[in-house]
Structure formats: structure tokens, C-alpha cells
């Protein structure tokens, strides 16, 4: 079945970079768009960047030249450069995927999330 997994959370202090990835498994057709959600504590879900099959990224104010969405194709992977982060930025991540499965219809996938902790 198809799953995607996120990696590369942790504790940093404010003006530190994290690299997250987020790896697509299972008999996969197609991938089409892929992208970064976040939430913090007591907070609503909220759409970081998100990037086309293609390449082309679109990201929210808030982290407008810091972050940076990248995506390998070739496996399966769509990673986030994180940049000059703020305590603002601490949440959990979550990689989100328009993913066409061999035996099913094109739906949307979730990943568990992963914990960034901006903090000195």
C-alpha cells in the first residue's frame, strides 16, 4: 500500500537550517503534486509550500525566502531547506501527496509527521 513517511525533525535554535524529506513507497503510477503542511500546538493545520510534478513551488508568506521545496522524481521524494527558523516555525510537519496507486484512483496521502522544536 501506498505510504509516505517523514524524516530530519528535531531541536534547533532560532537562526538554525533542517533539511525534512518525505519518501513515497508502494506500487505507485504517478505522483503528481506534493507539498508541506504544518500545525502547531493548539493551532489549525496550515500549508507551508507545495510543488507541481513539474517544479513549480508556491509558498506561504510566513516562510517566503526562507524555506525551500525540492522534489527527486526518481525517488519518489519531496525534501523542505529550512532557513532561518524562528520559534514561530516550531510544529509538526506533515508531507501531503496527489498520488495515483496502481490499483486505485488518484487521492490524496498524509504522511505521520515529523516534530521541529526551534528553541534555545
Known amino acids: 500500500q501506498v505510504q509516505l513517511v517523514e524524516s530530519g525533525g528535531g531541536l534547533v535554535q532560532p537562526g538554525g537550517s533542517l533539511r525534512l524529506s518525505c519518501g513515497a513507497s508502494?506500487?505507485?503510477?504517478?505522483?503528481?503534486?506534493m507539498g508541506w503542511y504544518r500545525q502547531a500546538a493548539g493551532k489549525e493545520r496550515e500549508l507551508v509550500a507545495s510543488?507541481?510534478?513539474?517544479?513549480?513551488?508556491n509558498y506561504a508568506d510566513s516562510v517566503k525566502g526562507r524555506f525551500t521545496i525540492s522534489r527527486d522524481n526518481a525517488r519518489n521524494t519531496v525534501y523542505l531547506q529550512m532557513n532561518s527558523l524562528q520559534p514561530e516555525d516550531t510544529a509538526v510537519y506533515y508531507c501531503?501527496?496527489?498520488?495515483?496507486?496502481?490499483?486505485?484512483?488518484?487521492?490524496?496521502?498524509w504522511g505521520k509527521g515529523t516534530l521541529v522544536t526551534v528553541s534555545s
Open positions: 508502494g506500487v505507485i503510477v504517478s505522483i503528481n503534486a
Open positions: 510543488i507541481t510534478g513539474d517544479g513549480r513551488a
Open positions: 501531503n501527496a496527489d498520488i495515483k496507486p496502481l490499483w486505485s484512483t488518484n487521492k490524496d496521502y
